[in-house]
């Protein structure tokens, strides 16, 4: 079924503490006062069709622990960041998405592994579009489209990382 989660003082919709192997699709989550979707310690999800917009902090955000889920068709537009892995978020595929217009990243990757973005369509995010930083390592991102902010012309990918990634058209 489709819901909206709107103006919460928190998040949108959470799934915390092993809530694990569910799907979360067709939902609209905008304007809450924290992270649309947020999974907390989650795996094995699928995170699907969500529009995710205008709301405080990251329209989906992954938090440590939170590992093997999937990104597939969603809307982030106007969040501070589009998608968050943050903290040992690993294994996570983020495919098929249109993240647009947030105020600081499109896809945010902070100290987590192995995490597959592509085929996302990834726009005039102001910061950068995808940026990866801390000790991620060996994340794969490839044949995203990626149109850099009109503010900041050279927002497409940014590795604060100190490691090696194969960015690929």
Do not use: C, E
């Amino acid at each position: 079924s489709t819901n909206t989660a709107s103006s919460n003082s928190s998040h949108g919709i959470r799934l915390a503490s092993s809530s694990n192997n569910n799907t979360v699709s067709g939902n609209t989550v905008s304007s809450n006062s924290s992270y649309g979707i947020i999974l907390n310690t989650s795996s094995n999800n699928t995170i699907s069709n969500n529009t995710a917009q205008s709301n405080t902090s990251s329209g989906v955000y992954l938090l440590s622990g939170s590992n093997n889920n999937t990104l597939n068709g969603n809307a982030l537009i106007s969040n501070n960041s589009g998608i968050y892995l943050n903290g040992g978020a690993d294994n996570n595929t983020v495919r098929n998405n249109a993240i647009n217009s947030n105020t600081l990243y499109g896809v945010y990757v902070a100290s987590s592994s192995n995490n597959t973005i592509a085929q996302n369509d990834v726009n005039s995010n102001t910061q950068y579009q995808i940026y990866i930083s801390g000790s991620s390592a060996a994340d794969t991102v490839q044949k995203n489209n990626i149109k850099p902010s009109p503010t900041n012309p050279d927002s497409g990918v940014f590795n604060n990382t100190g490691n090696t990634f194969d960015l690929t058209r």
